[in-house]
């Protein structure tokens, strides 16, 4: 949304515009999950994890709050609230104690009981912070290349467990074909045909699949995209 236009619809929700405001949100469904995401560790889906709910009403509250005639990017702004909010959440629930944080502002009180005091620590987390973002925002780069946005995972990621890993297996077999996933790669089409042959998984749920499918495929072919393996869901899924 342009950063003009984005102002004139902030200023509309604000004054009670109902449309403006679910215009604003959903064109930035996409970064509150990546923010949340990010802050996580993990991939987070729209209709399983409890953080893109907490995340959305801090996306909310930040819209009533912003004044778009300061110097602030809303942007920035909403990351901050949404932080803040997960962070309260995490505490709330006792969830600090499994789920490493984003770094964190050190003018920012409320997050001072999780201040790390070695040094050596902080680093590593806040560099795997780093990899994390960078690698992230390269693979919805490189997703978009196959038409394929993070939006198109979170709505259609497989909900039950034997789709779920009825995909995982065609992506691992997949995976172990390097001359498929080089096809894959050159020609931004799942092979779907050598699939269902040497799966016996029906073309109607390849094609179905097929987006996550590619995801999945990415992220277990290509070694850049290996902090994403490490702080999503994937692994837990693949051992399930």
């Not at 799942?190 to 990415?218: D, F, H, M, Q």
Request: aromatic content about 8%; hydrophobic content about 35%.
């Amino acid at each position: 949304m342009h950063e003009q236009i984005l102002k004139d619809s902030l200023i509309s929700a604000q004054n009670g515009d109902t449309l403006a405001r679910e215009e604003i949100i959903e064109s930035h469904k996409t970064f509150i999950a990546k923010v949340s995401s990010t802050i996580c560790k993990r991939y987070l889906t729209w209709d399983n994890d409890d953080e893109l709910s907490i995340a959305l009403m801090a996306f909310n509250e930040a819209i009533d709050s912003f004044n778009p005639q300061g110097g602030a990017a809303f942007e920035s702004f909403a990351h901050t609230v949404i932080r803040r909010r997960l962070v309260d959440y995490f505490r709330k629930e006792g969830k600090h104690k499994y789920l490493s944080l984003s770094p964190m502002n050190p003018e920012d009180e409320e997050l001072s009981i999780y201040d790390i005091n070695n040094s050596q620590e902080q680093y590593q987390k806040e560099n795997s912070n780093t990899q994390f973002a960078e690698a992230m925002e390269k693979y919805i780069k490189v997703l978009s290349e196959y038409g394929v946005s993070i939006d198109d995972l979170l709505k259609t990621s497989p909900k039950h467990r034997d789709s779920k890993q009825t995909l995982i297996r065609v992506t691992l077999t997949l995976v172990n074909y390097p001359h498929l996933v080089a096809q894959l790669k050159q020609r931004k089409l799942l092979p779907i045909k050598e699939l269902e042959l040497s799966t016996g998984v029906k073309r109607k749920v390849l094609e179905k699949g097929r987006k996550y499918i590619i995801a999945l495929t990415l992220i277990l072919s290509e070694p850049e995209f290996y902090p994403l393996k490490t702080f999503t869901k994937i692994t837990a899924d693949l051992m399930e």
